[in-house]
């Protein structure tokens, strides 16, 4: 990659699912630091120590599962709910935009139309720093799908075939 890079074949360098310590060690060892990192982020599980780190390195972070997939029944979380009812904005505009006042990059998926224009319509409102506050208690620290620190995963991830 830092080859292609320095040929201006490719406009930034990503990577996915570094770990603090491992994007530390990553990044000491690489001639060119990584641009990109691209981690499960939503409002319960914040990466805030990651986010840190990242800051300090120039290197963004962006979100993957800003829904965390509708996990922790997501979509009907009250907090969300209420929040985005004072802007008339559903639970997953008021999810995609903490992250963006937080500087995460979001990618949200899905598979219907009408939600996909849902999903962009979050750049004509501003929650509060109440509003901000009170969702940054939603954090637990920790993941709602799978530790990479995990052996069994790893090995799992090393025998997958597509
Ligand atoms: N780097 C990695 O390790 C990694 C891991 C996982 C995912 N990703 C990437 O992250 C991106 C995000 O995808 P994701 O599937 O992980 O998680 P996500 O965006 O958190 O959640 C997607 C789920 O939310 C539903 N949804 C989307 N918008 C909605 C809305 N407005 N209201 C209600 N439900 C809504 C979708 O259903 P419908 O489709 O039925 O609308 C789908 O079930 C993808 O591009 C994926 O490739 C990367």
Known sequence: MEEYYEKGLLKAIGVSN???DRFIDLSHFVKIKPMVNQME???FNQQKKLHEILKENKC???SWGP???GRNDFFNNTVLKSIGSKYGKT??????????QKNIVVIPKSTHKERMIENINVFDFSLSND???AL???????????S???PDFVKFILNYKI
């Open 131 to 133: 509003d901000m506050a």
């Open 41 to 43: 982020t939503h409002v």
């Open 67 to 69: 829904f965390a997939e």
């Open 18 to 20: 570094f770990y603090p």
């Open 91 to 100: 639970s997953a505009q008021t999810a995609l935009r903490y992250l963006i």
């Open 136 to 146: 940054e208690k939603l954090d637990t620290e920790n993941s709602l799908f799978f």
């Open 148 to 150: 990479h620190y995990d």
């Open 60 to 62: 963004q972070l962006m």
